[in-house]
């Protein structure tokens, strides 16, 4: 089987390893996804996450069977946030083609020439413009005026944000000026300046806030708040340069359309240019290279489009992205400087990160001091040592990372980095964990001191009280770190507790009497953790920490089991039967559970310290059971059914999606307990399955008839 980082060469793999991989890869970059588009806190660099996409898109062109029904090639961002309404894009908000070479731009025009029958000598204009590294966003105009705004989402819907936009300044509320449509939707990108990013890390390093790694990140936190007024203090800006949905166009050309913006006062970026062949297009891309680091705001690359809308129309898409338009990034912005000390993070899953302490240098306009070094073998295979002189990258302006070291001056007495073995927090052996199946050990060195260990006990509180948990106001990183020290909340049935342990503590020991603290302050603490004594199934789940368990799993399991009571229960089976049990495969089939998540909820439940913790939880809150938003009286009502093959009316998601609302249980494999399967063309295995069990197959078209659909 192909690593998880898998470098083995395509043409060398074989049809099993590819298949595999491209499973690993469509859940890896779903994972990257979630955290780049909806978490606004990406864990990879632009460059690296492109790296993902461009071995998935090789290996599915040379094994075009496999391609998946949940492939990257076919998807945009992430689903939208439910705390957010969604909005369903009219024209669908689509991403761009990559190019990261001047052939590849060659490349570019070649294809289009081609599509479009045009001999080499024919004009063929093409708009050069920054690509502004911030959120995409859409903004609806009706008879001129601002009624509705949205961010891309998955780019089928995203979140209604309207609220939030309004309170942007740049941004007008009504459009001025000649041949304004009595419809149009206008696209661009908000962000953030680097002036005002600094002023506003400033802001939030004073308030003991959250400090943003970025100004994408900043500019996306900012948009997607669910208080606007918090959105109104955040000095975000704009830049429009598309549209989606247009009662008609004032103009013929890419170029048009966008002159015309700037006279309805939408802002433009003044650097946009028509070029008219390969070369202009080129020192364009490079000029604006050069002078990147003075613009004042992020760029990942520069964008070229097609000119005349006519021919747009004609080329038209492909995939995920538009045929007369391609991005051409920026190779990532590298400099040396000295490495000090290799510090060791304990995480809240006990896993030892290696974070390398650097002499400050700037790169990309950036002042950085501190990059990650990954794991441990990262730091053998390049041979790191401290006092070296490293070649730091800080690749999509994004995450920095040691890239290499400069051999020829390496310190006399520098000596090979020698990983802990035990956790430095608290003293227990720290282990890399060995895969069953493959025989390998883990990346990554964890400590097995669990809930003892002091920084994981922290980290886990931090994450049990963060906005996609219980997110209980007034009670941040911050405040856990302080009463963690003071041994106040030592363990989530702690927090709920804490009022009334409060009562009965001398005086001058109470909470209301310590520095930064007063009366007002702690009633509304005290009044944020009541608030939060009922929460939703899913954001339990997701509280409790368990290892490759995310918000979008957590879902999926609420989803699934409904109850708390019906988890305990299931995952309760799970462990006493074990891996082979009709428990176990019960979890397994969940879609979207795989086994490494059984794994993880086997081995948190099996631990008695964790249940201990989940029963003293329980009898100080109330989790609420997963409301689904669905009919009560369907055909499907409770039915388990399984999609396999290729649909042709709509996509395996809509099926899904009409599915689950009709109150059907969609899962992903075919079992005794399977109601219907519906099979598309070209079903494999599970239609097989199927009929040795004697399960009902229904056709695309008995399915719909069955549901109410067909027709």
Known sequence: MTGKNSTKQIEDLSAAEAKRELQHLAREIKRHDDLYYAEDQPEISDADYDALRLRNAAIEARFPD???????????????????????????????????????????????????????????????????????????????????????GDGEEGEKVTANVRTIKEIPHRLKGRRVPDLIEVRGEIYLGHADFQRLNAEQAAAGAKIFANPRNAAAGSLRQLDASITAKRPLRFFGYAWGTASSLPAETQDGVVQAFAGWGIPTNPLMKICRNVEEILAYYHEIGLNRASLGYDIDGVVYKVNRLDLQERLGFVSRAPRWAIAHKFPPQEATTRLNDIDIQVGRTGALTPTARLEPVTVGGVVVSNATLHNEDEIQRKDIRIGDLVTLRRAGDVIPQIVGVVLEKRPDDAKPYKFPHRCPACGSHAVREVDEKTGRADVVRRCTGGLICPAQAKERLKHFVSRNAFDIEGLGEKQIELFFEEGRIMKPADIFTLQAREARKPADDQLVNKKGFGTKSVEKLFNAIEARRKISLDRFIFALGIRHIGETTARDLAKALGTIDEFKRAVGAAVKGGRGSEAYADLDNIEGIGETVVDALIDFYGEPHNREVLHDLLDLVEVQPFVHTRVTSSPIVDKVVVFTGTLEKMSRGEAKALAERLGAKVTGSVSAKTDYVVAGSDAGSKLTKARELGVSVLTEEEWLALVGQAG
């Open 66 to 152: 496999f391609v998946r029904a949940d492939s990257p090639t076919n998807r945009v961002g992430t689903a939208p946030v439910e705390a957010f309404g969604k909005v369903r894009h009219a024209v669908p908000m689509l991403s761009l083609g990559n190019a990261f070479a001047d052939e590849d731009v060659s490349e570019f025009l070649q294809r289009v020439r081609r599509f479009l029958g045009l001999a080499g000598e024919a004009p063929l204009d093409v708009t050069a413009e920054p690509k502004i590294d911030g959120l995409s966003i859409s903004i609806t105009y009706e008879d001129g005026n601002l009624v509705q705004a949205a961010t891309r």
